[in-house]
């Protein structure tokens, strides 16, 4: 019990609060956007290419959103931010229930990936103010396995609702990200954040920060090779439901499987492997996990049954528990304290991968056979490693008096 009551109290209160949110609103957005491709398909009658832009307007707008949102949340605080951003993704699902036309599905989820740009890097940056750095890396890998705590339930009742009820799952993620706002409006205002965690202590403006961000080149190269992965991991989301519904007789119950066993597995394996990537530097994990991605999107193209698609998402998920938490904990390393808001939101433009991976792999998908997308996606996420490597060589870890800086060539 001590220990349990030990580890709790190594993290601020408001990390947990964050976290348990995070299961909640992440576990009923899992039950609806994995199939809201499906789910354009069968109503709307849209073809890929056109699935694929209405998919990616939310991480399009995200490229946007997200340098802004965590800009703002440095300058007049974290709370403000995050409120706005919780109650306009509730208002987001609300109108994905009632939206019954292509226009009304980008125009909201457009709107989607703004408000989501805003409130993940401005969550995250709130989550390293208020945590120690020695455990900032453990923070993330918690942040990254509640994510996947409601991503394990929510694929299941999201495929039984695909085929009987979409707009219900839509009503029912409203209701809870509306609660969560609510819910985080009440305890940010109980629970004790000073205003020093919570806000920069040197105000910069706009350009200002855009220019400083630019002059850092290993963040930059941090950037362009995670876009090069997102453009691979999207297609889990936009094109292979499309691929196992038309190859594999039960296409969408495997796709709900396979998104329950990535959940699973980072559930129970994130914090085992991060405790060992944590002895190495965090691009070079990087390396790493985008090898067993770019295998594992190569072998998505062989999918034949379950075998083969339960193989390339171990191999998948092995690449996304290397990936996603090295890179959050690379941008908090590189970020000056007083913008690592604004660095977090600058992390939004891998979204750029998001936008361009679902158009791009929808438009082989209606040209070329699936095995050729996947082969070919494969080889954009093995491209992303050159620019890990450069990365890598931008910046060097010394170690004075017992403390880490970051020194950056340029």
Known sequence: ??????????????????????????GS?????????????????????????????????????????GHLSDRFGRKRVMQFALFSIAFVYFGFALANSQGCFILLNALNGLSNSFFEPTSQALMGDVTEKKNRMKAYSLRYTALNIGASVGPLLGAYLATTSANMSFTITGIIYLVYAFALLVLMEKLS???SEQSIKKSVSFLQAIKMVKRDKAFLYLLLGIILVNIGYVQVDSTLPQFLSSTLRNGVYVFSVLLTLN???????????????????????????????????????????????????ILLTFGEILIFPSNSLMIDQLAPDHLRGTYFGAGQFRKIGNFIGPIFGGFLLSHYHGQIMFWTISLVVLGSILFFIIGNRSYVKITVSGKITTIKEG
């Not at 069968?42 to 890929?48: A, T, V």
């Not at 209405?54 to 959103?65: E, R, Y």
């Open 29 to 69: 957005a899992f039950m609806t956007l994995p199939f809201l491709s499906i789910y354009l398909s069968r109503h709307l009658d849209l073809s890929p290419v056109i699935i694929g832009l209405t998919v990616g307007m939310s991480p399009l707008m995200a490229t946007v959103g997200g340098f802004i949102g």
């Open 263 to 313: 959940a699973v597995m980072v559930v129970f394996l994130q914090m085992p492997i991060s405790h060992i990537a944590n002895r190495y530097k965090p691009m070079q994990v990087m390396i790493v996990g985008a090898s067993f991605m770019a295998i594992g999107l190569l072998l998505c193209g062989m999918i034949n049954g379950w075998v083969t698609a339960i193989l390339s998402m």
């Open 193 to 195: 954040i000073p205003r």
């Open 1 to 26: 019990m001590n220990k349990i009551k030990g580890y709790f109290n190594e993290f601020h209160p408001i990390v947990w609060v964050l976290l348990i949110g995070t299961i909640l609103s992440r």
